[in-house]
């Protein structure tokens, strides 16, 4: 009687778990299709248009840390960066963004972060916990920098990102980082 009861536990156990190598190849393909889609839907709600040849002509060495009103700031110096401090994957920080330049563009700042080997784009700014595209318009000038502008960001994995700044609807350049 009991081996009678451990065969049909077995069974139903085996039927409940079983799943066909079918089934889960659909089941992958949609996960990767819900995927493409999550991608394509960033590329269409970003605030600014992000042209692919940026994206494919990113060099991925880490951009270079440079001096400027006593501070080490990461970017392009003379155009662009922010106060260096390390980023850890889906922790929020404070960055202190710098501008540099006569002719600085007008209009809020938009981050656009892109991960080394991926197309698909993803904000890197926060506000209140939630992240968004874009934040303020910059401020005057702040460590040697000629505008400022205090900002939070996360991004969700380590990894080298590329971070496409944007002022208004101008692109500026962008500041490749390594998260831990």
Sequence with gaps: ?????????AAIL???????????????????????????????EAPVKV?????????WKVSPVFRSGGYRMRGVPNKVGFIDA???ANKIDKYMW????????KGELTIVAVKEGSKDIA???MQDGISVWTTNVP?????????????NMRLSEPGKW????????????????EVK
């Design 139 to 151: 401020g005057g000038p702040n460590n040697g920098a000629d505008a400022h502008l205090p900002s």
């Design 14 to 44: 085996f039927s409940l778990s079983a799943c066909s190598k079918e089934e889960n190849e659909q089941i992958q393909g949609y996960e990767s299709k819900k995927e493409e889609e999550k991608g394509i839907s960033r590329w269409k």
């Design 86 to 88: 390390p980023f850890i």
């Design 1 to 9: 009687m009991r081996f009678i009861h451990y065969f049909i536990i």
């Design 51 to 59: 042209k692919e040849t940026i994206i494919n002509n990113i060099d």
């Design 162 to 177: 590329a971070l496409l700044v944007y002022l208004g609807d101008a692109f500026l350049d962008y500041v490749v980082i």
């Design 98 to 105: 710098h501008f540099w330049g006569e002719s600085i563009p």
């Design 123 to 125: 904000p890197a700014l």
